[in-house]
Nanobody
Framework: QVQLVESGGGLVQPGGSLRLSCAASGRTRMHKMGWFRQAPEKEREFVAAVWWNPNTTVYSDSVKGRFTISRDDAKNTMYLQMNSLEPEDSAVYYC??????????????????WGQGTQVIVSS
């Protein structure tokens, strides 16, 4: 059983930065891990993913060049460094993990474990 706990959300001004963390309990080394976000009245959308090959990452077009996903398997923790934040980045951010290899990492269906979410608000 894998449990995921996000932290690091908060209120930040446009142009600012935040680093989200996702601490995992259980064995996740072989899992793909991802970040998704959901704004009010919108569907949950893919942000970024990383899998056990540490050089394999993928980003949504909306965050590419501004966000960086990483994982520290020794600490069983994944991170999302968010720079140049925009009001449109405001959402609840969720981390996820899973072993499903036949579904795109951009799909929520590729993940079986989810955290409870952490709120990010970008506002002046």
């Amino acid at each position: 059983q894998v449990q995921l706990v996000e932290s690091g959300g908060g209120l930040v001004q446009p142009g600012g930065s935040l680093r989200l963390s996702c601490a995992a309990s259980g064995r996740t080394r072989m899992h793909k891990m991802g970040w998704f976000r959901q704004a009010p009245e919108k569907e949950r959308e893919f942000v970024a993913a990383v899998w056990w090959n540490p050089n394999t990452t993928v980003y949504s077009d909306s965050v590419k060049g501004r966000f960086t996903i990483s994982r520290d398997d020794a600490k069983n923790t994944m991170y999302l460094q968010m720079n140049s934040l925009e009001p449109e980045d405001s959402a609840v951010y969720y981390c996820a993990s899973g072993l499903i290899s036949t579904i795109s990492v951009r799909s929520t269906r590729a993940y079986t474990n989810w955290g409870q979410g952490t709120q990010v608000i970008v506002s002046s």
